[in-house]
């Protein structure tokens, strides 16, 4: 919009730097460009003024495809004004010299003009192509036609306009139509669904039924241990018992030969001394043997005697009296005899 400013005979406009301001005086142009300041007088000047901005245009059309289903085709046009003095020409931008405001709404011709044209492009694609087809390759294709169809178009070109980028947001068919649509890729979705949910199911059953395999395994494996574990540890206890056994016979064995050795020392030490005292008895008796008996009895008298410490009372009787004293007779006699003899 442009910013006018007034004064008592002369007003002074100010245009922004998108907007490409035309001044005519008497019906000729003698002022054109972007962004123009300039001082006219009102009564004899006429200002336009045209946008030369890229300009948004939204559209929305309704159709029908060739299987007589319908279809919303919704996205947005970019357009810009190339030649703006041919616009001008063909349209009526003129400025309201009191408000710098448009007088008319020259956009919205242009606006309507694009949007028919493009409307019709894209009708004459629906009607002529399959449902399926269109929500397959409909966004490249309607974006296609309608930009070729607008450069092609001498209703666009003599306007001095130029189409920038054309883009589809979207194209619809109607709820119940696309309801039906997505059912089968929703049932095949749901069956793949429901197929990785059995197989995830079965794959879990098949890992718990390993789980519970390498559980029993498992305790197998540990029975059988501890079944030789019972088994090595009876085995261990019985030779412990055989080796203490063996230990105890071996230890009474020794004891034995220990015992059997000193009583045979003994044994043999009793005997060595029994056979000195018999061999000493047998030579004092030997010695005993030669000597009379009188002389026997008096030294059996004499170690009785030697071991007697108190005689309290000695009873002789002539009964021992009478042997004794014909014993010394004779041996009396003897010694008498003996050195006669010499």
């Known amino acids: 919009m442009a910013e006018i400013?007034?004064?008592?005979?002369?007003?002074?406009?100010?245009?922004?730097?998108?907007?490409h301001a035309l001044h005519y005086r008497r019906g000729e142009l003698?002022?054109?460009?972007?962004?123009?300041?300039?001082?006219?007088r009102p009564l004899a000047s006429g200002v336009a003024e045209v946008p030369v901005d890229d300009r948004e245009l939204p559209y929305l059309f309704r159709g029908r495809s060739a299987d007589f289903q319908e279809l919303t085709v919704q996205g947005t046009m970019t357009y810009r004004v190339t030649e703006p003095e041919t616009l001008a020409d063909r349209i009526d931008f003129a400025v309201d010299l009191d408000s710098g405001r448009w007088a008319r709404t020259p956009l919205e011709q242009v606006a309507g003009l694009m949007t028919q044209l493009a409307q019709q492009f894209v009708w004459d694609y629906l009607t002529s192509t399959q449902l399926r087809e269109i929500l397959t390759d409909g966004v490249d294709q309607i974006r296609?036609?309608?930009?070729?169809g607008l450069e092609g178009e001498a209703a666009v070109t003599d306007l001095g306009l130029e189409v920038a980028a054309v883009r589809v947001a979207a194209i619809q068919p109607e709820a119940e139509v696309e309801r039906a649509l997505q059912t089968p890729t929703r049932e095949t979705i749901q069956q793949r669904a429901d197929q990785a949910t059995f197989e995830r199911r079965a794959l879990a059953v098949e890992k718990e039924r390993a789980i519970a395999e390498n559980e029993l395994d498992n305790r197998i494996e540990l029975t059988r241990r501890e079944e030789a574990l019972v088994a090595q540890e009876g085995q261990n206890g019985r030779q412990r018992a055989a080796e203490a056994s063996a230990a105890q016979r071996i230890e009474a064995e020794g004891e034995a030969d220990r015992l059997r050795l000193t009583a045979a020392a003994r044994a043999e030490e009793l005997e060595q001394v029994e056979g000195a005292r018999v061999a000493a008895e047998r030579e004092r008796t030997g010695i005993y043997r030669d000597i009379e008996p009188a002389i026997v009895m008096a030294l059996a008298a004499n170690q009785l005697a030697g071991k007697l410490r108190t005689i309290e009372h000695l009873n002789i009787s002539p009964d021992m009296l009478t042997p004794l004293l014909a014993t010394l007779a004779k041996a009396g006699t003897r010694r008498l005899?003996?050195?006669?003899?010499g």
């Open 5 to 19: 400013r007034k004064y008592p005979v002369i007003r002074h406009l100010r245009s922004d730097p998108t907007m």
């Open 30 to 40: 003698v002022r054109s460009g972007r962004g123009l300041a300039f001082w006219f």
């Open 144 to 148: 296609t036609r309608i930009r070729e």
């Open 337 to 341: 005899d003996e050195p006669k003899k």
